[in-house]
Every structure is written in C-alpha cells, then in structure tokens.
C-alpha cells in the first residue's frame, strides 16, 4: 500500500531570536508578558537594521506569535514595556583575576498609548515604539549584524520553540541551547538561582528542583527542538549538597519537531517519542544485592541464592534490610544468638525485628521529618503567595505603589527605611524594594493586608495544614 505524503498544517516561517551568551548567561528575570514582550522585539532585529531604529511591537502580533486568547488587553503589553524600561540586565565580566558586573537598561525610550483611551481606532494605536538602549545594541543587534561565532559567541533558535514556555522553563532552554553542540551542560544551582534573581528563594534543594527545574525540563522536552533525558539527569555533590546537575542534551529530528508544533500531521506508519515514557531502570533486587551484600553473605554467612530469593521477592526496602543488619550486630554483640547468625538475620528481615535503639531512631527520624515537611510547606506557602503577588501586581501596579506608601507611613518600619536610605546616600527606589529581601517581605506583608481576599484561600490552607503537623510533632 503506497504511503500517502504528509500535509503540512500551518506554516512554517523560522522566527530567529539571536542573543550574545554574555545576555543569555545574565542576572535577570522577566515575567510572563516581559518575557513575550522582550522576544517579540528579539525576533523583529534584522542584521540590516539601521543602529538608531525605532522599533514597533503591536499588541495583535504578539497574541499571535504566543498564540494568546483573544480577549487579552493592551494594558498587559504597555505594563510590560513599562516594567521592562526600568528592569536593569546584570552582566558579569572579568577583569584580570577578578570578576565584576555591569548593569544596562534595555532601552533608551518607551512609547505607549496611555491607559483609559477609547474610541473609534483605538486598535489602530495599540502597539509600543522602543528604541534599543546603545549599550545593549553589541548584545542583541550587532551579534546578528555579525552572524559568525568567530567574532562573537552566540546563542540562536527559533521564537517558536519558546512560545509555550513559561519565564524558568525559557531561560533554562536557552542555557541548554548555549552548550546544545556539546550534548550536555552542567547547571551550577548557586549560578541558576543568581541569574534568576532568586537567591533567598528555596533554600533547599529538593523544592528548588521541584518547583522550578522539574516542571522546566519537563516543558522543554514536550514543546522544544530538544529533549533533557530527566532520568539521565546526574547530581553533583560536595558532601551532601547537590551543587550541580549534570544533563543531557539531545536535538529532536526535524519531524519530531514538525508533528509537536502540528506543522505535520501522523499517519499510523510515523513514529513520535513519547517524553513521558518511563525510563528502564536497573533490577532493584540486583542493586540490593551489591549493596548489602559484604554483611549479609561475606559477614553473617547467608547463602547468596537464599537471599536473593527474598531480594526478588519484592518485600523489602533498603530500610528493612538496614534495621535486620542492626537487630543482627546488636544481638550478636549481647550473645543473644543460640544457633547461626544467618538464620537469626533472615528471621529478622522477614519478621520485621526491632530493638529499643531502632525505635528511639525511629521516633527522632519521625519527628526531623514531619519537622522537614512544615518547612516545605512554609516553602510551598511562600511560593503561592509570590505567584499570587505576581497575579495582583501585573493586573494593577498601583497595588505595590500603595503597599511602599503604607510602609512609609507606619513608625517602626519608616526607621528601617531611613537606615537603608542613610546606607545607599540616597532615596529608595522601587527596584531596592523589589531587591531587598526584608524591603521586599514589608511589601509583600503589606499587599496580603491591603488584598486580603485574594490570599485568603492559601493562607487559610497552609494554616491548617501547618498546624496540624506541628501538633504531630
């Protein structure tokens, strides 16, 4: 049977984003219309732009380069521009032996249609001029001016691969684009979370990779041109903290990437990966067995093929055989074994024996970890409440411009505020409030107070659910 061609469904026009690495690898964090904004004007450069062009972002190209519901409003673009103008890029450098940084403004002007405008041709107005700032032009114009990696170390793809991601996911697809040519990159975390601005979010680990890197590489590998193997990612530790992630990084084929973007359509003889499909691990009876198997076999005298029968069996966990080991030594060391040691250690895995040291053990690891999950939940609350802020903030800027006059009103915290003015030698601004984490979290308390209807829903359920484990405990 002769195998029909493939229809394509939409077009499908490269749209280059092209930025230095020094901007890639930089210090700053956009949000979601930010992000949409900045890549918008990103894919607009054309090498043959002249250096003192204006450029011209409209409202409806952006809804549909990110294919956004038709009922978004202008505000949300003219906010982004406006936010962005005053958002500064930090870019770090070496100078000799020592490393230093600059910070650059994205833009020399802004030009918006101010808010409250109505009438026939409105729509007509509903774009912004910007005019790329100087300083800025060698990391976006210039580099695709000069599209060659012997002058200068870039990073390229296509707007479309970033249509669907949201601020971490993108900037971490641009991270693994920079070393795509290696087939891998190592993520420091310290180095992730100081680009990202979030130095004093997540002090662990595990809810940093959670939150943010999971869900990311999770993105990256559905929408984009490449996959992150999530099974193959390896973590790099000093002592017992992961400093890093070491990840693969493999390019999808042509057609792969055709059929997620449904530029091409599948018949039954086209074969997609499929990115959710689990990984095949390696027997875990056999990794239990070359675990324990010094003690068990070599010390206590069990028979390898009796205990890799229990292994293959399924029944226990690593904890079991670590507490029968311990049940085991003890009882061995007290005399309290009237026939073998490999008999007495058998029994105790399969019976489950335990001694008064293995419960007081037991109780402390029971009480650390319910200890460890009311901080993963003052975690969790503290990101709903950011993501919810961001919400606010982006539907109404006049929330934190309240919040800030509040502050300024209240006693004790306009003392802080002088400190901090007397520090720096002048005025705050609302990019030190932002900065700042105790600026920040008098910002934070007073926009919950003002807005106390949209955070009732989260601050009501990490209550309860703090309580009750600090009752536990």
């Known amino acids: 049977m002769a195998r029909k061609k493939l229809q394509k469904k939409r077009g499908d026009t490269i749209k280059l984003i092209v930025k230095s690495n020094e901007l890639v690898d930089a210090k700053y964090m956009f949000d979601a219309w930010e992000t949409r904004f900045f890549h918008a004007l990103v894919a607009m450069i054309n090498k043959n732009d002249d250096d003192d062009k204006t450029y011209r972002i409209w409202f409806k190209d952006v809804k549909k380069l990110f294919n956004l519901k038709s009922n ?27 490393r230093r940084g600059r910070e650059y403004n994205l833009f020399e002007f802004v030009d918006y249609l101010e808010a409250g405008q109505k009438g026939s041709g409105v729509e007509r107005q509903e774009y912004v001029d910007i005019k790329i700032h100087n300083q800025m032009k060698p990391f976006l114009l210039y580099v695709k ?67 943010v890197i999971a869900p990311s590489i999770k993105a990256i590998n559905k929408f984009t041109d490449i996959t992150v193997p999530i099974d193959q990612i390896r973590k790099v530790k000093e002592g017992r ?89 003890r009882a061995k060391f007290n005399q309290e074994i009237k026939k073998s040691t490999s008999g007495f250690f058998l029994k105790a895995l399969k019976d489950g024996y335990t001694d008064e040291k293995i419960e007081a053990k037991k109780s402390k690891a029971a009480k650390i970890s319910l200890k460890q ?38 006693p004790l915290m306009t003392a802080v505020i002088r400190s901090k003015e007397k520090s720096l030698g002048r005025d705050l601004t609302t990019e030190d409030y932002r900065r700042d984490q105790q600026l920040r979290g008098m910002v934070i308390n007073n926009i919950i107070l003002q807005q106390k209807e949209q955070f009732q829903d989260i601050l009501e359920y990490y209550k309860a659910a703090i309580s009750n484990l600090k009752n536990q405990i």
């Not at 991601?165 to 180095?191: C, T, V």
């Not at 057609?255 to 997620?260: N, P, T």
């Not at 939940?377 to 800030?404: C, F, G, W, Y």
């Open 145 to 211: 001016k000069n599209f060659d990696p012997k002058l200068t170390r870039y990073t390229s793809y296509d707007l479309r691969n970033i249509e669907k991601l949201q601020p971490y996911s993108m900037r971490i697809y641009e991270l693994f684009k920079q070393h795509e040519y290696k087939g891998f990159r190592e993520l420091n975390i310290k180095d992730l979370k100081d680009r990202f601005l979030i130095t004093n979010e997540y002090p662990r680990f595990s809810t940093f990779y959670q939150r």
């Open 373 to 410: 999950k009311v901080n993963a939940l003052h975690d969790e609350q503290s990101a709903k409440i950011n993501e919810r802020i961001r919400e606010v903030t982006n539907n109404n800027e006049e929330v934190t411009l309240k919040a800030i006059e509040a502050i300024g009103n209240d």
């Open 72 to 98: 978004q409003s202008y505000s949300l673009l003219r906010e982004a521009a406006r936010s962005l103008n005053r958002k500064p890029v930090y870019i770090g450098w070496m100078n000799d032996q020592f």
């Open 241 to 329: 903290r992961v400093v890093a992630l070491h990840c693969l990084i493999e390019s999808k084929e042509k057609r792969e990437v055709a059929f997620l973007r449904g530029e091409l359509t599948p018949t039954l003889f086209d074969e997609v990966s499929d990115i959710e499909e689990a990984s095949i691990e390696e027997t875990k009876a056999d990794k239990q067995f070359g675990r324990f198997e010094d003690v068990v076999v070599k010390s206590f005298g069990v028979t390898p093929s009796v205990f890799l029968k229990m292994l293959n069996s399924g029944k226990y966990s690593n904890e079991n055989i670590e507490q029968a080991i311990a049940v085991t030594r």
